[in-house]
């Protein structure tokens, strides 16, 4: 076999990418049980996520940016090292502490979807290469429903710790086939790592993302929130400012204000809000017992089991999609599939009595999933200059977690704010949350239809020049048309 061909180098991405995915949400139904067993509160066991989130929302543009300097598969391989290293130490964790350690350098592998994008752009055929985006896009969606699945059976036979030590065995072969068989990528930026510019970025994100994922427990108007807030405002005029006067720019900025990304980026910052808080609540809502008026009480498994036409529908809508994209252009996908997340959450906020009533909308949500995070990914590579993709890329999937802390910390507010005397959420709380979970994907469809239409061009050269780079006139005309 080619040791290079698409086919392989698709796998192993794959492989590595799905697995970060994965671990997203693999570990979030069975928090309760760590905090059990390892004797910590329900607030300090919620960092097990937190840390996470905040850790790949640093790394990720940050390695996007150094795989398009110093080569694709070398950040990649570094990248899989730590999501290894991260979940060996998790595995072995023997306090609430070292886990939230743990979290923080799987985090790191963040880096996987910029830098797997990037390598399919410049390692596919012209003609294959939204294909490969939308199916790698598809494997991502997948993962990160999938975790909610697999995490009840995985617990339920062997021990929460099986939640790491299965991704050890999987990650530590992707290692050794991805140093073997994913080419280097030949297209490489110019310049070095603006180290201020990092700083900065990772300032404003840790300063935006912790007040809004602990607003429910420190309270919107407490100091905390609000003197973080400030901070980042702060910091991210300052990294704007240092980012526009920078030789090496971390972000090109002339490159996120082209229509095609900064209409996709806001789309994409709506539609996370909808979709990470459909993952976090969902499951929950179908766990909380029938004494509460509403709800299944089903087990962690059996809230799995009602995900599963979820994951299945992301994976037929991801791959179809791509196929299709010749016919249905990723605006329309995009469009479209936010007015699929909608319909869903607006299903679940008129209808929910039963498991099938769940079962339909969680379907119906897949399949805008599925769409929309295949056709975001392919109009943000096909819109950059070959040598901003990592980093551009990687700012999406930030901005679309940006948009996800949100939604969630506001449906937290909406089900936490209304109580039943037991103490257990009131049905209404969730039902206005699922109808502004689906206000929010609405929004995102709107913003899809003022993404450009993409003209036919000819395909550009491997190297980008200089002019490209920095976003000529020439080059917003092939990229933003």
């Not at 350690?101 to 985090?107: D, F, P, W």
């Not at 939204?130 to 997948?142: D, E, F, H, L, R």
């Not at 973080?228 to 006067?245: K, T």
Request: hydrophobic share 55%; proline share 6%; charged share 10%.
């Amino acid at each position: 076999m080619n040791r290079h061909s698409p086919r392989l180098t698709f796998g192993v991405l794959a492989v590595g990418a799905g697995v970060y995915a994965l671990l997203q949400s693999l570990i979030t139904p069975a928090l309760p049980i760590v905090q059990e067993e390892m004797h910590t509160t329900q607030s300090t066991v919620t960092w097990v996520m937190t840390a996470y989130l905040l850790s790949a929302s640093v790394f990720t543009p940050i390695l996007g940016r150094v795989g398009d300097l110093v080569g694709k598969k070398r950040t990649l391989v570094a990248a899989l090292v730590a999501l290894l290293v991260g979940c060996l130490v998790a595995a072995l964790a023997p306090n609430i502490a070292v886990l939230i350690l743990a979290r923080v350098i799987q985090g790191i592998a963040g880096a996987l979807f910029p830098l797997s994008f990037g390598i399919i752009r410049d390692e596919f055929p012209p003609g294959r290469v939204s294909g490969g985006i939308s199916n790698m896009s598809a494997v991502i969606a997948v993962g990160s429903g999938l975790g909610m699945v697999l995490a009840g059976p995985i617990v339920g036979a062997l021990d929460y710790r099986w939640l790491f030590w299965l991704p050890v065995i999987v990650v530590a072969g992707t290692v050794l086939l991805a140093h073997r068989y994913v080419p280097e990528s030949p297209s490489r930026s110019e310049g070095s790592v603006d180290w201020l510019s990092s700083v900065l970025l990772s300032g404003w994100l840790v300063a935006l993302l912790l007040p809004v994922s602990q607003a429910s427990q420190w309270g919107w108007a407490s100091t905390k929130v609000l003197g973080l807030l400030a901070v980042a405002v702060v910091l991210f005029a300052a990294w704007a400012f240092n980012e526009s006067r920078s030789r090496n720019p971390l972000i090109d900025l002339r490159v996120m204000r082209l229509p095609a990304v900064w209409t996709t980026n806001t789309a994409a910052l709506l539609f996370g809000a909808g979709m990470y808080a459909m993952w976090a609540f969902l499951p929950g809502f179908v766990q909380m017992p029938t004494s509460a008026g509403y709800g299944f009480g089903s087990s962690v498994t059996g809230a799995g089991l009602l995900m599963l036409p979820m994951v299945a529908a992301m994976f037929v809508a991801g791959v179809v999609g791509g196929r299709l994209a010749g016919r249905f252009p990723a605006k329309a996908q995009l469009a479209t599939g936010a007015l699929f997340g909608s319909a869903a959450c607006a299903l679940l906020a008129a209808r929910h009595g039963s498991p099938a009533d769940v079962a339909v909308a969680a379907g119906v949500f897949g399949l805008g999933i599925g769409l929309a995070f295949a056709s975001m990914s392919n109009l943000i590579v096909h819109a950059v200059p070959a040598a901003q993709t990592g980093a551009a890329t990687g700012m999406n999937a930030n901005i679309r977690t940006i948009g996800g802390s949100m939604g969630a910390a506001l449906m937290t507010g909406l089900v936490t704010g209304h109580l039943q005397p037991g103490g257990r959420p009131a049905e209404s709380g969730y039902t206005d949350g699922f109808a502004l979970l689906a206000a929010f994907c609405l929004a995102a469809a709107l913003a899809a239809l003022l993404v450009p239409t993409r003209r036919p061009t000819a395909p550009a050269p491997v190297e980008a020049p200089a002019e490209a780079r920095r976003g000529t006139p020439a080059e917003r005309e092939v990229v933003g048309g």
